[in-house]
């Protein structure tokens, strides 16, 4: 496997009236190659503001204050870092190399441009002498691959269906093979049936294009699906990170245990469904040792004082001071 985007100690603030808000805080993690990461933690837990971070989607007030993301693409022989990229080398990296499918489809589609101009749009940043029959052709296979008739290129976003516009996005998404997609969870737009069939057309098109993917998501259940890996995000920070199935079935952190029992996991009996007690952390007052340490059960003294870096425990990591490598043997 190699390397591809190299998160180093990133973090990210929104810088408000009330104060300076810690959405993201020294995130370290790789993607490799055609790997499929989660990231998956509660509302507000700073998944979004990574994303927007790492594609450099973000807007005012958020600033990054700190950290590389590190981009290996296939042309360069040196990674170039993101955080830095001046507008033009950005905009030429954007759909050829990463694409980026939002929470909120409508606010990546133009509203006054028919799909048909969006796609070519995006096409010819590739490819800038295609002709307008290849165009055409180039478009309606591109939203066949997502159950899309040709006849909507000629239709305004508004016209389409939320779960049409998630589906139309990824579609626009995969137009110039890109090496890289970074998805957020489709919320309010699609219902989790259609949620369900969303991903599994990336995933026939991932196993196809080979592409990597970051998906993010409250749920937790759902990555053991389809990542390789998973990553949890509590506070602003990746408190765990390790292999789906590691992650999932025998999770360290007392945090993604909570997660993954909140959520009804569709393929298995469903285990009690017990939610984590308490509310997430308020940002602008984080506690001095660990951000999770107020609802933890199995809190010692020493996570009040002092805040537990993510270390390597087994074969993953771990930030927790009382995590074990089989957590299952002591409950
Ligand atoms: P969700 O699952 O609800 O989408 P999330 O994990 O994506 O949540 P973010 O949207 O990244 O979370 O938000 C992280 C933190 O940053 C939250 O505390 C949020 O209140 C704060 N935040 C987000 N946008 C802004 C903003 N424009 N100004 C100030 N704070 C913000
Ligand atoms: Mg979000």
């Not at 590389?68 to 870092?81: C, K």
């Not at 992650?247 to 393929?267: A, E, I, M, N």
């Not at 020493?302 to 425990?313: G, H, I, K, M, Q």
Request: some cysteine.
């Amino acid at each position: 496997t190699t390397r591809l985007l190299e998160l180093r100690g990133l973090s990210v603030a929104y810088l408000t009236e009330r104060g300076r808000v810690p959405a993201c805080s020294d995130i370290n993690l790789t993607i490799n190659r055609g790997e499929i990461i989660g990231v998956a933690g509660e509302s507000a837990s700073g998944k979004s503001t990574l994303l927007t971070a790492i594609t450099r989607l973000q807007r005012i007030p958020a600033v990054t204050v700190g950290g590389q993301v590190l981009y290996h693409g296939s042309r360069a022989a040196t990674p170039v870092d993101l955080v830095e990229l001046e507008e033009p080398e950005l905009a030429g990296l954007r759909w050829s190399e990463i694409s980026v499918v939002m929470q909120s489809a409508m606010a990546c589609l133009n509203p006054v441009l028919r799909l048909r101009a969006q796609f070519a749009d995006v096409l010819k940043v590739k490819n800038p002498r295609l002709g307008k029959a290849e165009l055409r052709q180039r478009i309606a296979a591109l939203l066949a691959m997502v159950g899309i008739a040709p006849d909507y290129m000629n239709h305004y976003p508004h016209q389409l269906s939320g779960g049409m516009q998630q589906r139309s996005l990824i579609a626009l998404a995969m137009a110039c093979d890109p090496e890289l997609v970074v998805m957020d969870e489709p919320t309010t737009a699609v219902d989790v049936v259609m949620q369900r069939r969303i991903l599994n057309q990336v995933l026939r098109l991932q196993r196809r294009l080979g592409f990597a993917v970051i998906f993010v998501t409250h749920d937790l259940s759902l990555l053991l699906e389809i990542a390789d890996r998973i990553a949890i995000m509590y506070g602003g920070r990746i408190v765990e990170v390790g292999t789906a199935e590691r992650v999932y079935r025998r999770p360290r952190h007392p945090y993604t245990r909570g997660l993954r029992d909140s959520f009804p996991p569709l393929t298995e009996p469903v285990r009690r469904l017990t939610g984590i007690a308490g509310t997430p952390p308020n940002l602008l007052q984080l506690p001095a040792g660990c951000a999770f340490q107020p609802r933890c059960r199995l809190r010692i003294d020493r996570c009040a004082d002092v805040r537990p870096e993510l270390t390597e425990l087994g074969d993953g990591s771990v930030a927790c001071h009382v995590a074990v490598d089989d957590p299952e043997e002591r409950s």
